[in-house]
């Protein structure tokens, strides 16, 4: 062999030598950088070279966000004072909202942390089922809560959000009718007295018909009005105190002071389309209107320009800024894995702040104070009468919905039979029995 290639065969083995080392270099490199991958991965982090923040990542389960403008406001304001937390929302339908959450509360693989309480049947299932976790007592003091949602001893929701009946009215229709817009104070038949005479002046002055006033088609609208006095509910039994409610309803519908009730089922009309229409002078509803009817007149929707809010009518005995109202709570789930971040980010959405934030986007928070006051009646397009900015100061509210787990069927029953009341398929006597009768077969259910 020469001494070339002697010299050459060393060379080959040391570059082999070290291309060897080299591979084993460069395996274990990439192994070591694919575990950092992944541990960045499994810890939220992107795998940039740049330290980040380790995020947490709650789930916030809310209906349709259409109907609930606060809800990504809310988030915004949230992380952008907690930027290691991630809010995501999980929305589902309005109709069967209940049923759905629960559902996937009850699925090991379905993450929620958080979530809104739609209403008092839903709120107390969850909490039968202790799939939502109980309230510190320590919240008790402010941000809305209730202790009359109290459940074997606990409370499991706070409140961020309180709807409350008003009277909502148009200026103009009462203006051409040259009649006082609607008082924070009136009784049932002073209350009767006006949408009659208002109908009829502005019917003669305008040579078409208005129409007094618009009830919509839930049996809310017009049984919540049998509810202001404070010393019945849907679950008493004997139904005789709704009776001077539909008798001056219906008489209200024969006299032409209000639309029939067929048409407006027929016609699945929706409540603000009565209202926006320009021939409607009152129409008692619930507060969360009051965003989307500042925003339809803002935005040419409507066609009602001026208009304002007073109280419920009240009955005898009963004082004047007496309401009917239904909660929206929200509660942390029980198979939470981040239940402390979950607490706080609700702390967050039931005190001072949240409350604020609801009240600029014109939605009515649990929270209520001077200040919230101040924020909703400053909003553009909002009435700037005294008397419009009173009625969002309430006093005695009453649930619309008893704590009851029988509640569920007192909706479906006595809904089913005021629609045949208000159609004239029973008379008042036979419906207001008819009540009766179904419900003393629910009432004896534990």
Request: hydrophobic fraction near 35%; charge should be negative; include cysteine.
């Amino acid at each position: 062999m020469s001494i070339l290639s002697k010299d050459m065969s060393t060379r080959e083995k040391g570059s082999m030598e070290m291309l060897r080392k080299f591979l084993a270099a460069a395996v274990f490199l990439c192994a070591a950088g694919c575990l950092a991958g992944c541990q960045g991965m499994e810890n939220g982090t992107a795998g940039s070279g740049q330290d980040q923040t380790e995020k947490t990542t709650l789930v916030w389960a809310v209906w349709d966000t259409g109907q609930l403008p606060f809800v990504q406001d809310v988030i915004d304001a949230y992380e952008a004072e907690h930027p290691d937390i991630e809010i995501r929302v999980e929305e589902y339908p309005t109709d069967g909202y209940d049923f759905s959450l629960e559902s996937d509360l009850m699925s090991e693989d379905h993450q929620i942390d958080c979530m809104l309480i739609k209403d008092i049947p839903g709120y107390l299932s969850l909490a039968k089922k202790q799939l939502i976790l109980p309230v510190e007592e320590t919240d008790f003091s402010d941000s809305g809560i209730q202790k009359d949602l109290m459940v074997d001893g606990n409370v499991y929701t706070r409140l961020c959000r309180s709807d409350f009946n008003v009277l909502y009215y148009n200026k103009e229709l009462f203006d051409t009718a040259g009649m006082e817009y609607p008082a924070n104070d009136m009784t049932f038949e002073e209350y009767d007295a006006m949408v009659r005479e208002v109908s009829e002046k502005a019917s003669e002055a305008l040579g078409n018909h208005i129409y007094g006033v618009y009830y919509h088609t839930w049996r809310s609208t017009v049984q919540d009005f049998a509810l202001l006095d404070g010393k019945h509910t849907l679950l008493d039994g004997d139904y005789e105190f709704l009776r001077p409610v539909y008798e001056m309803v219906l008489e209200q519908q024969a006299d032409g002071i209000c639309p029939p009730y067929l048409n407006a089922k027929l016609d699945s009309m929706h409540y603000s389309t009565a209202f926006y229409s320009n021939r409607v002078a009152v129409m008692p509803m619930g507060t969360w209107f009051l965003p989307n009817l500042i925003q339809a007149a803002g935005n040419g929707e409507s066609q009602v320009d001026r208009w304002g809010i007073a109280s419920m009518p009240h009955a005898d005995g009963a004082a004047q800024d007496t309401s009917v109202a239904a909660i929206t709570g929200v509660s942390i789930s029980s198979s939470s894995a981040y239940k402390k971040e979950a607490k706080d980010f609700v702390d967050f959405l039931c005190g001072q702040e949240g409350a604020e934030i609801l009240a600029e986007t014109g939605t009515m928070p649990a929270l209520r104070n001077e200040k919230v006051t101040d924020i909703i009646s400053s909003q553009g397009g909002f009435p700037q009468d005294e008397s419009s900015r009173a009625a969002l100061e309430t006093g005695m509210i009453y649930y619309n919905q008893p704590l009851d787990t029988r509640s569920v069927m007192a909706e479906s029953i006595l809904g089913e039979i005021h629609e045949k009341i208000m159609l004239g398929e029973l008379s008042l006597d036979e419906g207001l029995a008819r009540m009766r009768e179904e419900m003393e077969t629910v009432l004896k259910e534990s």
